[in-house]
């Protein structure tokens, strides 16, 4: 299994931004990982140009589950993928939370990523509340159960598990929590789209930098990262991908 450091710009980056997208490529022409960077709608093109011909995929934050329409605001999986993304990241927890997205909502827009070609990146994770009532696979098992797309392989798949009270605090959970999780995700995958749920990559995400990469990568069923905040600037994000691509 290839392995993928994600970073997700969220409402970040500019024209001038595509600065450090160069940086990245050429500090990283042959990488042994996957890498990918999900930008604004408003810089999926150009960041797609600049990518073009490297080893960096582009994919956009979210998308839209009908293919057109009287949806004013929104933007289609296809319009994604004409633009140049490969991906689309649904689910995140800042979606959830801002646009009172669910499970089935979630679910209904990674079908439509599939239609029109893309890998959907499918984002669960827990608030503070639930891992201190202890309800953490509860909560994780039944959003991956209701996200996931029919359908779903390992080519198309990618789930990121994000616990809420992670991102963007610099708190993380432990390495022995991230690796209950991943284990219970990897089974329950098994039990949702059988065989293939062992090659479909499982990112931790939340507060992911430097200089935590190297033991996170090295937990069992890590397959990579989605990286927000770390994911801005060339030498940290070149950093995660320096590091999963060692792990
Ligand atoms: P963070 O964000 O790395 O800034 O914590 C992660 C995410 O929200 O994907």
């Not at 993928?81 to 089935?104: K, M, Q, Y």
């Not at 201190?132 to 996931?148: E, F, K, M, P």
Request: aromatic share 2%; glycine share 12%.
């Amino acid at each position: 299994m290839q392995k993928l450091a994600a970073g997700n710009w969220k409402m970040n980056g500019s024209v001038a931004a595509l600065a450090e997208v160069r940086a990245i490529i050429a500090a990283h022409p042959s990488p042994a990982c996957d890498m990918l960077l999900c930008p604004p709608a408003t810089l999926v093109g150009p960041m797609a140009q600049t990518a073009k011909g490297s080893k960096l995929m582009v994919g956009g934050q979210d998308c839209h589950a009908k293919a057109s329409g009287a949806h004013t605001g929104d933007i289609s999986a296809a319009m994604l993928a004409e633009a140049g993304a490969t991906h689309v990241i649904l689910g995140h927890s800042e979606r959830r939370t801002d646009h009172a997205e669910t499970d089935a909502m979630v679910r209904a827009k990674a079908e439509a990523a599939l239609a029109a070609g893309l890998v959907a990146v499918v984002c669960i994770g827990e608030t503070e509340a639930e891992r201190n009532a202890g309800q953490t696979l509860a909560v994780i098992g039944r959003q991956l159960d209701g996200s996931i797309p029919a359908g779903a392989t390992a080519d198309t798949l990618v789930v990121a598990y994000e616990p809420v009270w992670a991102i963007g605090t610099g708190r993380t959970p432990t390495l022995t929590e991230i690796g209950e999780v991943h284990g219970f995700l990897r089974n329950r995958l098994k039990g949702l789209i059988g065989a293939a749920a062992m090659s479909v990559r499982l990112l931790y995400g939340g507060s992911v930098k430097p200089s935590n990469a190297d033991e996170i990568f090295a937990v069992p069923d890590v397959d990579g990262a989605l990286v927000g905040g770390a994911s801005l600037k060339a030498g940290d994000f070149g950093a995660i991908i320096a590091a999963l691509s060692a792990a």
